[in-house]
């Protein structure tokens, strides 16, 4: 035995909890309260494990990796493989990401503006989920306040309530096809307004913004004397009359800070590989040391996978178009679907039929249901009785609508729309 034999005292036990010096920190649980992650962890939890017989359906987030309509090509799949057997990616990356990975990412993103990027406007990020997190670090200061739309991404929320961000919301007018209230982002905004963050193609409405809007959306962040956070992820993916066009586009008019990353386009979100980029002509965010900022976030934070990184420029270059082409052709498909099937349930109303991103937000009118309160009871139950998941509104900011994903196998959408129907049909109020 140790100590020469001797058993150590025991000692005793601390009579209060309150003798510890140590505890729960509450900027987490209330930034984690507020994420889609959390949200639907709890939505899962409701499903009925033993009386559900009935295969999960997951209508509620953005990951449509797992189904075979949305298999990556396998030109991707090659370049990871490359990469890693080359020997030469098992090394740290430079903190702002691997010269020939921003090289691609620059030529890639240049072809859509009226400009050139260069790998010095292009960081590197393990995900868009990153680029969020760094960004709002960077803007935070004491008494600063960032405008985020309503409905949006809540990671947004949930990264400036750790930051100590305050956080003021704009709406998105859904009768007007979901485009920015200009008039209320001038009413809100004051000299602590730090930036205006924009997302197009639209996560969770399904939308895509004109060239007309937008360049109204930069004038009047140059008027307000704030830079735009233009998260571009659902880049490209559209399939209605819309085209995709980044908002760099405006970058003469305004600063602009374009966030995206290959997990939508390329469906390969578990990849991780995402990217900050000033599209700013004018350098303003060089000028006041947004992009010092920037780098030093990155030289205390971790680095995107160095493998993937060194894959990119193949990822980019070798990617065809009819790849590109095939998943248009079936998010096209599966939103016509939704889009239809949605028509028929009473309690259930879209606004504005989707034309972008993987996702559509319904207005959920419960006053025609029995023994549902709210629009989060409303997805508890569903879970409940019909193991199908999809995102409450209240999670968006947007309580009372519910935002469902259309990213799924077409057999499986159909499927889970039909269980929705049914779940609503069950639950109508009797005359």
């Known amino acids: 035995m140790k100590n020469g034999g001797h058993k150590p005292a025991a000692e005793a036990e601390p009579a209060e909890e309150n003798h510890w010096r140590f505890g729960e920190n509450k900027a987490l649980a209330g930034a984690g309260g507020i994420s889609i992650r959390g949200v639907l962890n709890k939505i899962f939890a409701c499903v009925d494990a033993h009386h559900g017989p009935k295969p999960l ?13 949305f298999r990556t090509t396998l030109a991707a799949e090659d370049a990871i493989v490359d990469a890693l057997r080359s020997g030469l990616h098992n090394n740290y990356a430079p903190t702002v990401g691997v010269n020939t990975a921003r090289i691609a990412i620059a030529d890639y993103l240049s072809k859509d503006l009226p400009y050139s990027l260069s790998q010095d406007d292009v960081f590197v990020t393990s995900g868009c989920t990153q680029a969020i997190e760094v960004i709002t670090t960077v803007l935070a200061r004491p008494g600063a306040n ?7 991404f809540p990671l947004y929320e949930a990264r400036c309530a750790f930051s100590n961000l305050e956080v003021r919301h704009f709406d998105l007018v859904p009768e007007k096809g979901w485009e920015v209230d200009l008039d209320q982002v001038e009413r809100i905004s004051d000299g602590n307004t730090v930036a205006i963050v924009v997302i197009n193609p639209s996560n969770p409405c399904g939308n895509v913004l004109t060239f007309e809007h937008m360049e109204k959306v930069a004038n009047l962040a140059r008027k307000l004397g704030i830079m735009i956070i233009s998260d571009e992820v659902y880049d490209h993916l559209t399939f209605g009359n819309n085209p995709f066009i980044p908002m760099g586009v405006f970058g003469n008019i305004t600063p602009i800070l374009t966030l995206g990353s290959i997990s939508k386009r390329w469906v390969v979100p578990g990849w991780r590989l995402g990217w900050i980029v000033t599209t700013d002509p004018k350098g ?30 193949h990822i980019i270059e070798k990617t065809g178009d009819e790849f590109f082409s095939k998943i248009i052709c079936v998010l096209r498909e599966t939103a016509e679907i939704c889009y239809n099937e949605i028509k028929d349930i009473k309690c ?17 009118d419960v006053s025609n249901l029995e023994d549902i ?34 990213a799924v196998e077409p057999s499986s959408l159909e499927l889970g729309l039909k269980r929705l129907k049914l779940f609503c049909k069950r639950h109508e109020k009797k005359n």
Request: charged residues 20%; contains cysteine; proline residues 10%.
């Open 57 to 69: 359906l997951p209508l509620g987030h953005g990951d449509p990796s797992v189904f075979p309509s």
């Open 146 to 152: 960032i405008l985020l739309p309503r409905p949006g």
């Open 284 to 313: 303003i965010l060089k000028k006041t040391k947004v992009v010092d900022s920037i780098k030093n976030f990155l030289d205390i934070s971790t680095d995107p996978t160095t493998f993937i990184q060194g894959a990119i420029p």
């Open 348 to 364: 259930i109303y879209c606004p504005h039929k989707p034309e972008a991103s993987m996702f559509v937000m319904v207005k959920l």
């Open 373 to 406: 309160t709210d629009d989060v009871d409303f997805c508890c139950k569903l879970a409940k009785e019909e193991s199908v998941i999809v995102l409450p509104g209240s999670a968006l900011q947007m309580k009372g609508w519910l935002r469902i994903t259309f």
